[in-house]
């Protein structure tokens, strides 16, 4: 499985971007995409998940009700829809995809994912 992020830029806070992840290769019922970030100088964090296959998904508490993660399985891509965005929400994005969950919500860390895509920056000002 192979992930092209795209879709970051400059944004003012309370504004909006959608993020697009383009996937190629052999997918998998049991394949979840997930979209995570790296703020400036922390470390790679969990954003949100999507199941391929049955489409629930998966939030950190912290974009809950301002980010909607969605998939389109015809043109293979997962979008991540962000809005109200906030200076905190200023990091490079990256989705990344596994094939090896036992549920959707299990172990929600980098780690976990053996596919990424290169990250895309989405910076905030206030």
């Known amino acids: 499985v192979q992930l092209q992020a795209s879709g970051g830029g400059l944004v003012q806070a309370g504004g909006s971007l959608r993020l697009s992840c383009a996937i190629s290769?052999?997918?998998?019922?049991?394949?979840?995409v997930g979209w995570f970030r790296q703020p400036p100088g922390r470390e790679r964090e969990f954003v949100a998940v999507?199941?391929?296959?049955?489409?629930?998904?998966y939030y950190v508490r912290s974009v809950k009700g301002r980010f909607t993660i969605s998939r389109d399985i015809a043109k293979n891509m997962v979008y991540l829809q962000m809005n109200s965005l906030k200076p905190e929400d200023t990091a490079d994005y990256y989705c990344?995809?596994?094939?090896?969950?036992?549920?959707?919500?299990?172990?929600?860390?980098?780690?976990?994912?053996?596919?990424w895509g290169q990250g895309t920056l989405v910076t905030v000002s206030s």
């Open positions: 990344a995809a596994d094939e090896t969950a036992v549920y959707l919500e299990y172990d929600l860390v980098p780690a976990a994912f053996g596919f």
């Open positions: 290769g052999r997918t998998s019922r049991s394949l979840r």
């Open positions: 999507i199941s391929w296959s049955g489409g629930r998904e």
